[in-house]
């Protein structure tokens, strides 16, 4: 059974939003709020929440500051974006500060359902289109047989490529220092060193560079 959050401050939104999820998760403890200051005190009293659908356009929010506070008053639980922007770059900013997932809201209902399993089950959504985009831009700055330069994935240590294999399967910092039982802080020492490596920008441009990637390949060596 799974306890989710539904912070928004439009009503009609919250009811359809809580509608979704109670039809496709039964059984799920459902949560609402609808400004800044309450999203932040109820995480602080819940620190078990399994997801929080989180609109940008609440009080108390001014563009990404709210995610960005929320990750760092609950930096364990799974954050997702569900707002009617549909700007490339917020998309993929959101993502960058930590969020797990972005759902416009003109999303069918079928399409947020299956958006909010992928991410429970432990993978990032994006809506199809900001990928497209992105993978597009990404190959076009790369050898045309490779997402990243097979020179630049050999500069990765082996635990660094056990890292990213991770990444791309869209595990949380916490989920891989668990499956591969190290500490949080060393994960988050590999991504840095990782993003460094592969000059990439931010952790999505990673995990989309290495969709691709056969890493048996370089798990060998």
Same mark, same amino acid.
């Not at 998760?25 to 932040?40: N, Y």
């Not at 008053?73 to 799974?78: G, L, N, Q, V």
């Not at 707002?83 to 947020?112: C, H, N, W």
């Not at 991504?191 to 441009?205: D, P």
């Given at each position: 059974?799974? %306890?989710?959050?539904?912070?928004?401050?439009?009503?009609?939104? %919250?009811?359809?939003?809580? +509608?979704?999820?109670?039809?496709?998760?039964?059984?799920?403890?459902?949560?609402?709020?609808?400004?800044?200051?309450? @999203?932040?005190?109820?995480?602080?009293? /819940?620190?078990?929440?399994?997801?929080?659908?989180?609109?940008? /356009?609440?009080?108390?929010?001014?563009?990404?500051?709210?995610?960005?506070?929320?990750? /760092?008053? *609950?930096? @364990?639980?799974?954050?997702?974006?569900?707002?009617?922007?549909?700007?490339?770059?917020?998309?993929?900013? *959101?993502? &960058?500060?930590? #969020?797990?997932?972005? !759902?416009?809201?003109?999303?069918? %209902?079928?399409?947020?359902?299956?958006?909010?399993?992928?991410?429970? /089950?432990? +993978?990032?959504?994006?809506?199809?289109? =900001? !990928?497209?985009?992105?993978?597009?831009? !990404?190959?076009?700055?790369?050898? *045309?047989?490779?997402? =990243?330069? #097979?020179?630049?994935?050999?500069?990765? @240590?082996?635990?660094?490529?056990?890292?990213?294999? %991770?990444?791309?399967?869209?595990?949380?910092?916490?989920?891989?220092?668990? +499956?591969?039982?190290?500490?949080?802080? &060393?994960?988050? *020492?590999?991504?840095?060193?990782?993003?460094?490596?592969?000059?990439?920008?931010?952790?999505?441009?990673a995990i989309l560079s290495a969709s691709d990637i056969d890493f048996n390949i370089y798990l060998r060596r």
């Amino acid at each position: 059974m799974y %306890r989710i959050l539904i912070a928004d401050d439009h009503p009609l939104f %919250r009811e359809a939003i809580h +509608n979704v999820v109670s039809d496709g998760f039964p059984g799920t403890v459902i949560m609402e709020t609808a400004d800044l200051d309450s @999203t932040l005190a109820l995480t602080r009293e /819940n620190d078990d929440l399994d997801l929080i659908l989180l609109d940008l /356009n609440m009080p108390g929010m001014s563009g990404l500051n709210g995610l960005i506070s929320l990750r /760092n008053e *609950a930096p @364990t639980i799974p954050v997702v974006i569900v707002s009617a922007e549909q700007d490339k770059q917020v998309v993929l900013q *959101a993502i &960058t500060y930590g #969020a797990v997932g972005f !759902i416009t809201k003109s999303s069918p %209902r079928a399409q947020m359902t299956e958006a909010i399993e992928q991410i429970l /089950n432990g +993978n990032v959504y994006l809506p199809s289109d =900001i !990928i497209r985009t992105q993978q597009g831009s !990404i190959r076009r700055s790369t050898p *045309a047989d490779a997402s =990243i330069p #097979a020179e630049l994935l050999q500069a990765l @240590t082996r635990k660094q490529l056990l890292v990213l294999e %991770r990444m791309t399967k869209g595990e949380s910092n916490k989920q891989i220092a668990y +499956n591969l039982d190290i500490a949080e802080t &060393t994960v988050k *020492a590999h991504v840095s060193a990782i993003l460094r490596k592969l000059n990439v920008h931010n952790r999505v441009q990673a995990i989309l560079s290495a969709s691709d990637i056969d890493f048996n390949i370089y798990l060998r060596r």
